[in-house]
């Protein structure tokens, strides 16, 4: 709240070892734990640092850009984080925990006016329990902050155009049986972040030079810009309107039932489909030399079961977990304004995996970890042409 942060990304300084970048728009978000990230929008490959969302596995860099409103707390766990998050924790995890319904009235609202038209309007309101269920209602509408200057299409770019809410619920029947349900509709049309030329005037294979054009003169002008001018970044050229979007709805279930003083069983469950469209100018040019449409469909499906259990030694976990995806896409391009045919990309993903872990207090000060955990994955590629 102190650092009015939009996002995740606005937390990156907050601590060491972690970088996060926003890429390609959409929501996409590429982190860095001790130097291991994975740098691409695609889904071929898995992040090596993990986003997790109230206790549910992101699989997509798209979309993981969360935004920190009505959250109660932040983990950034370095890895590996093998044993209780699973394989593709190599560099680490961000998970974002959100707030419970409290069960009475109340609510909190934040407004945010800043330059570059930047808007973004959040709130969050809280109703009485009835009948053991207390709910909530989250809002949101972020827009502006334009602040490149589109000298080819006279236009501001680079802000922000996201809506979203949120309905929660949560049900406590008795003192040891909680269900928290959240269900989540996000409607992100943020534009692709916008694109400048770097290309040298010594360098071959340029913008300018491959299309016949003086390289001094491209880079005089502006459209590419000498590396050594700080405001390049400022100005772009590209003739393309980069529109895209993302959409997102998601169900989410925790629950847990505490058996006794010292054992607790906790089920999580996720539900998560997601549609996205993106188009970009790679060239950073006016001409319009290359640019990419990515329409992509994606569906996950897990189902986590775990036993925690204290006692007076230390502690131990121990589950099992379930996970399937569907992920389609197809990867459209155009060379000098033509069309190239494109290859449509089918992924399929079935995940299961039994985990242990114990947490041995040896001393006041000293504890001795040992977990292990076995992965049974199944993946199937088809790239039809």
Request: hydrophobic fraction near 35%; charged fraction near 25%; glycine fraction near 8%.
């Given at each position: 709240?102190?650092?009015?942060a939009?996002?995740?990304?606005?937390?990156?300084?907050m601590?060491?070892?972690?970088?996060?970048?926003?890429?390609?728009?959409?929501?996409?978000?590429?982190?860095?734990?001790?130097?291991?990230?994975?740098?691409?929008?695609?889904?071929?490959?898995?992040?090596?640092?993990?986003?997790?969302?109230?206790?549910?596995?992101?699989?997509?860099?798209?979309?993981?850009?969360?935004n920190?409103?009505?959250?109660?707390?932040?983990?950034?766990?370095?890895?590996?984080?093998?044993?209780?998050?699973?394989?593709?924790?190599i560099?680490g995890?961000v998970?974002?925990i959100?707030?419970?319904?409290?069960?009475?009235?109340?609510?909190?609202?934040?407004?945010?006016?800043?330059?570059?038209?930047?808007?973004?309007?959040?709130?969050?309101?809280?109703?009485?329990?009835?009948?053991?269920?207390?709910?909530?209602?989250?809002?949101?509408d972020?827009s502006?902050?334009?602040y490149?200057?589109?000298?080819?299409?006279?236009?501001?770019?680079?802000?922000?155009d996201l809506?979203?809410?949120?309905?929660?619920?949560?049900?406590?029947?008795?003192?040891?049986?909680?269900?928290?349900?959240?269900?989540?509709?996000?409607d992100?049309?943020?534009p692709?972040?916008?694109v400048?030329?770097m290309?040298?005037?010594?360098?071959?294979?340029?913008?300018?030079?491959?299309?016949g054009f003086?390289?001094?003169?491209f880079?005089?002008?502006?459209?590419?810009?000498?590396?050594?001018?700080?405001?390049?970044?400022l100005?772009?050229?590209?003739?393309?309107?980069?529109?895209?979007?993302?959409?997102?709805?998601?169900?989410?279930i925790?629950?847990?039932?505490?058996?006794?003083?010292?054992?607790k069983?906790?089920?999580?469950?996720?539900?998560?489909?997601?549609?996205?469209?993106s188009?970009?100018?790679?060239?950073?040019?006016?001409?319009?030399?290359?640019?990419?449409?990515?329409?992509?469909?994606?569906?996950?499906?897990?189902?986590?079961?775990?036993?925690?259990?204290?006692?007076?030694?230390?502690?131990?976990?121990?589950?099992?977990?379930?996970?399937?995806?569907?992920?389609?896409?197809?990867?459209?391009?155009?060379?000098?304004?033509?069309?190239?045919?494109?290859?449509?990309?089918?992924?399929?993903?079935?995940?299961?995996?039994?985990?242990g872990?114990?947490d041995?207090?040896?001393?006041?000060?000293?504890?001795?970890?040992?977990?292990?955990?076995?992965?049974?994955?199944?993946?199937?590629?088809?790239?039809?042409?």
């Amino acid at each position: 709240e102190k650092t009015f942060a939009r996002d995740i990304s606005d937390l990156a300084g907050m601590a060491p070892n972690m970088i996060i970048d926003p890429i390609l728009g959409n929501g996409t978000a590429a982190i860095s734990i001790r130097g291991m990230q994975l740098n691409d929008v695609e889904k071929s490959f898995d992040p090596a640092v993990a986003v997790y969302q109230d206790g549910i596995y992101l699989a997509t860099t798209t979309g993981a850009l969360l935004n920190t409103w009505d959250a109660t707390r932040v983990e950034v766990l370095r890895g590996p984080q093998g044993t209780l998050f699973g394989r593709n924790t190599i560099g680490g995890l961000v998970h974002v925990i959100r707030n419970k319904p409290t069960g009475e009235w109340g609510g909190k609202v934040s407004v945010t006016i800043a330059e570059d038209d930047q808007q973004d309007y959040k709130g969050t309101i809280d109703f009485p329990a009835f009948a053991n269920i207390s709910t909530k209602l989250t809002a949101m509408d972020s827009s502006g902050g334009d602040y490149f200057d589109n000298k080819t299409r006279n236009k501001d770019e680079g802000g922000t155009d996201l809506q979203m809410w949120s309905f929660a619920a949560l049900w406590e029947p008795t003192d040891t049986i909680s269900v928290h349900f959240i269900y989540d509709d996000i409607d992100d049309d943020t534009p692709v972040r916008p694109v400048t030329c770097m290309t040298e005037g010594n360098e071959w294979f340029s913008s300018a030079s491959f299309l016949g054009f003086p390289t001094d003169d491209f880079i005089n002008n502006g459209q590419c810009a000498n590396k050594d001018d700080e405001d390049f970044h400022l100005d772009t050229y590209t003739s393309t309107k980069q529109d895209a979007s993302v959409e997102v709805e998601a169900y989410t279930i925790n629950a847990s039932w505490e058996i006794s003083d010292a054992h607790k069983l906790v089920l999580v469950y996720g539900d998560r489909e997601m549609e996205e469209t993106s188009k970009q100018e790679f060239d950073g040019v006016a001409f319009d030399a290359f640019k990419v449409s990515r329409p992509q469909f994606e569906e996950q499906e897990s189902l986590e079961l775990r036993l925690e259990s204290d006692f007076s030694w230390g502690r131990t976990t121990i589950g099992g977990f379930y996970w399937e995806s569907e992920y389609d896409a197809w990867q459209n391009t155009f060379f000098f304004g033509g069309f190239n045919d494109s290859p449509r990309t089918l992924h399929e993903s079935e995940n299961t995996a039994f985990f242990g872990q114990v947490d041995w207090n040896v001393t006041d000060r000293i504890t001795l970890t040992l977990g292990g955990r076995y992965t049974d994955e199944e993946k199937n590629y088809c790239q039809m042409f």
